[in-house]
């Protein structure tokens, strides 16, 4: 049986001696691994549609249980001048990793995928790329539900108005706080994770987020990732 579908490059791995097993995030199959043949010969058919961050039109065969085999792959969009960008791409990469640790193989997430897909429009053309990246992190994690809740305590519910701090996965009040290992959170960086969650991607071009913010945010992001994404 053939299968067809849209998918986007996460990863491609060397296989055997030209070989690639290609890692996407497609549109109707999410988290799938491809076989391709021969892609890393000098003369292979299929050019740079397997590199990182393609987006592409892709065809396979094979039983759902093995390694499916690529049989056709048109390019959509590149995304090159992303990749290209390495500064940007490795902060990209970070978010490449968590779909790779936090989607299941094999179910579809259109939401997920479409939000991929428009970041990286988003990001081709614009010069506050790091604003898309941070919060492509936040809303996947919010679709997921692995985002915390910013209004109320994780511990006790009590909504949080004064000082607030992170710890083992939750945002927790002050008095929750005391008797457990924490980070204290600003106002304003909790204030900007809440309501930034809530924005559609056109508005981030608008909005200039302050270096210690966005340092801030990045800092909440990578400790919360790692507290609550089992690799």
Known sequence: MIYSTEGIVLKNTDYAEADLIVTYLSKDFGLINLFAKSPRKIKSRWGSSFEPL????????GKEDKLQKIIQSDIIKPFQTIRENYRL???LSEVLSLFLDI??????????????????????NTQRAEN?????KL?????????????????????LNGESFYS????????CASNRES????????????????????????VKIAEKLMNE???????????????
Not at 186 to 197: A, D, E, F, H, Y
């Open 54 to 61: 393609t987006y592409a039109r892709i065809s396979f065969i």
């Open 183 to 206: 980070h204290m959170l600003s106002q304003g960086v909790l204030k900007l994770l809440n309501t930034i969650s809530q924005w559609r991607l056109s508005y981030l071009e608008r």
């Open 168 to 175: 083992d996965g939750f945002v927790i009040c002050k008095k």
């Open 139 to 159: 809303k996947t994690l919010k679709i997921l539900g692995y985002l915390p809740d910013f209004s109320h305590c994780g511990v006790c519910r009590g909504s």
């Open 89 to 91: 791409f490795l902060k």
């Open 132 to 136: 898309y990246i941070v919060f492509l």
């Open 103 to 124: 989607l299941p193989k094999r179910e579809p997430n259109h939401e997920i995928f479409s939000l991929f897909l428009e970041t990286l429009f988003f990001m081709e």
């Open 217 to 231: 945010m990045e800092k909440f992001l990578k400790n919360h990732i790692s507290n609550t994404v089992k690799v």
